[in-house]
């Protein structure tokens, strides 16, 4: 299994919701990320977690929230966003340490309306 | 921090014709993978590259890591219509394990 799943494919929701994202992967990697890509640009990093401690946030505003609360399991809260938040989300994993690939889930395309 | 640049941002060509993108770094890169991303896609893994001067090949796709490890560049050898998407490269800031991408390159392919 090389999959990365993230649920759900397609996100519409207000500005005073809360949801959430998540994403999964059974290839025993330990380090897992969270981009954030708008059209025609290139993913942006927005956190990292590493053996299931969040290692990297790239001064993320706090109305996004991660959780990792397994070695399989990503999650990502919103909370209060904004239009410009619309985006496609990304989920990756890789193994931990050595320089090596990293797998992308299909995304969730989000429309904060 | 280190940043790679990417060029050209967008680049069209006839089916048949090569097409060749590069990466620059100001400063000496420790590895270098190359994503494709087709349209409404996510990311893929093409290839890594890490030594000063490796060349990889992956059929028509020829990867180079330049000498001084401060450029890369990804050449395909008589285009498809399949080869259509945005071509990224990216580097593992290591220690750190972040994957930092270039803007990427549009590759459009008229058939």
């Known amino acids: 299994d090389t999959e990365v799943t993230q649920t759900p494919k397609h996100l519409v929701m207000g500005m005073t919701n809360k949801k959430s994202l998540k994403c999964e992967q059974h290839?025993?990697?330990?380090?897992m990320y969270w981009y954030k890509q708008k059209a025609k640009k290139p993913p942006e990093l927005m956190f990292v977690?590493?053996?299931?401690?969040?290692?990297i946030n790239e001064s993320v505003p706090s109305r996004f929230s991660p959780e990792c609360p397994n070695s399989s399991l990503l999650n990502l809260h919103l909370h209060a966003l904004q239009p410009e938040d619309s985006a496609l989300y990304l989920c990756a994993s890789s193994r931990q340490g050595a320089v090596t690939e990293a797998f992308f889930g299909q995304g969730t395309r989000l429309t904060v309306v | 921090g280190q940043q790679v640049m990417q060029i050209p941002q967008y680049q069209h060509v006839q089916e048949g014709e090569d097409f060749t993108t590069y990466c620059n770094s100001s400063?000496?890169?420790?590895?270098i993978q190359w994503y494709k991303q087709r349209p409404g896609g996510h990311p893929v893994f093409l290839i890594q590259l890490v030594k000063s001067g490796e060349v990889k090949k992956q059929k028509r796709l020829t990867f180079q890591f330049g000498e001084a490890k401060k450029n890369s560049s990804l050449h395909i050898t008589a285009t498809q219509t399949t080869d259509v998407g945005t071509y990224f490269c990216?580097?593992?800031?290591?220690?750190?394990?972040?994957?930092?991408f270039g803007q990427g390159t549009r590759l459009t392919i008229n058939p």
């Open positions: 990216a580097e593992i800031i290591q220690g750190a394990q972040k994957l930092v």
């Open positions: 290839m025993g990697h330990r380090a």
């Open positions: 977690y590493s053996y299931e401690k969040l290692s």
């Open positions: 400063t000496t890169l420790s590895n």
